[in-house]
């Protein structure tokens, strides 16, 4: 009986857009305001599928608990109030873009994520741009 | 041209989490706050998904007059208002975690349901933990 | 690396749902209020999922102003604060429920996607009333 | 013990803005869309605050109950799914701008609701126009 | 320069309304569904409004630290996953009404309080009923 | 007839919390992470509100697409994907709090709207925490 358990989370970031293999112009025709060298930000919301059996013990596919706690060292206290370019190495060499950062968030939890369960992860940058990943 | 149609419901409950099978101790660390016996609450937002192919006479997939009645019937009378441990029988001898509730949900509705639509239910305890039967 | 990305849009439009093979009655008690020869209206919300490989150049799937853009001139600036059956061709024939509008929004977004995203329209008639397309 | 308690609502309904002593030239310039003779829609949301000392006996202010009525009675039956201009009489020579709307409102649940409270409404046309009577 | 300054929080928690001096019959006529002797529960949303002086040095009207800190425990640790009838010595010989909860609150709160800053509270049972105290 | 009408807007800045005043230490023990000098951000969410007579010529108090554009103008226009304290002059010499950015939103739009109407702002700088001024 598998069942999908969601749990959402949230932090805020600044960031910005940028190639550093590009241009000025560039930079600015591609990503425009995104591209503002002083940075702006979000409140970026989460929310973190898992799938997986029902245990018939607990009824509980995953601890809540367990997996709030893992969304929260992994994520929200590497990411929570930082500059995404400047003070998280995982964008080091990766522009921060929804799209890059919720693949990375992915990683990061899939890689401590007991393999007996897939998972999925959506990224709120706005409430009117997200992203999903894997599709 | 099949067409995914989602109507929502909702109900208020109380619950307890807790497996007659354990000590008091062990119920207490696996379920924490939960295992109150007496009992906490939610107001449980219900999503339901319905699959099938669009009527040409109608343009629906489903008479949404008739699926809100259905919800009504089968989940809203049976657990609105009703501490789900105590007065549903369905969880007499169930333990009415999320991933149990949502499986009885599918299940109450799909006996119901002409068998030509598919059918997925998600469940909302709080508007951060939420599940989804089938995945 | 494949990633879905969203965007939501809205647009307020009247409608009324009707046969014009059936008679009156039939029309009125299939259709109900939704039938009133007057019409009513509905703040529609749109999330449009787009599904496509990361752009290692960019971190974008798709620039969300090109996607913004595309769902403004064929979706918002057809549909919104007009009358979905008097003033819009698409439903010249066709009856405008939710259903059949999320399938019109599809296929006039498909015409003019770059094939190589997979696309899926969600519409909110209401809050608690929405349809998705294709399942 | 005074407190204010809310309860909301929803209807669905066209309407037109139009001013008939002016020309269809300056109603276009000031109405814009929202001239459409055809009409367009909306899903309104409307919250009713009433205020009033708690009932020792009771722990209310009002039963929610008679207050739930009491709306579907004087606005949800009068205006969901009508066209404001056509079918609803309050609107016969009364331009419907949610402004007005909000007034007629409060003046149907004024007159039937015990002079001992007092009466606010608010009214979302759409999530990010509303208006509130009395300031 | 006076500022209001919001904080919200949320407890779950089960609850029955019933008056002990009155017969079952006449609980039952008042109360209906939310007297059930088993307990019913809900996810209250709790909104907390703190109106003060912008202090020149912070910028701030009071510390959402402190203010978060405060309502965590004066509220949510002893009302969260509880049973406020049985296990909330407040609601002892007071009916858990929305009304009679949000003054306990506000109560709470306000003896806890700089006096220097006036204070409001807001509780949400459901999303379509809550309350307000003072006036 | 005076009614009170709102209108959301939305920016989305980069901000640090900081007092040149003070030493490393005591910013970062009062601000905490909010002191990171290489910022953060949100997606700030604005509330406008004017109260005004309704004009019997159209039924409107203010004519929103005016007022939306004055939010345009004045605030997003300003803010939006900027970098509150390096790029926007009102905050050279001002802590960016949410208590003060308020503060600076109204005072721009007071500049601005038509002395007969009534003016208060609500800013949402996460969902949990919100500004108003005046009270």
């Not at 969601?6 to 805020?12: E, L, S, V």
């Not at 109030?81 to 919720?102: C, G, R, S, Y």
């Not at 990683?107 to 741009?129: G, H, I, M, S």
């Amino acid at each position: 009986m598998k069942v999908s358990v969601y749990r959402k989370a949230h932090f805020n970031a600044a960031h910005r857009l940028h190639n550093p293999n590009w241009s000025a112009e560039q930079n600015k025709r591609i990503f425009g305001l995104c591209n503002n060298p002083n940075y702006h930000g979000h409140n970026y919301e989460l929310e973190v599928k898992v799938i997986g059996e029902i245990d018939p013990e607990t009824g509980y596919v995953i601890d809540l608990k367990v997996l709030k706690n893992l969304i929260e060292e992994e994520v929200c206290q590497r990411f929570d109030h930082q500059n995404l370019n400047l003070d998280v190495p995982d964008f080091k060499n990766l522009n921060p873009t929804a799209e890059n950062i919720v693949v990375v968030i992915w990683q990061r939890l899939r890689a401590k994520l007991d393999p007996k369960f897939d998972l999925q992860v959506r990224l709120y940058e706005t409430p009117r741009n997200y992203v999903e990943y894997p599709v």
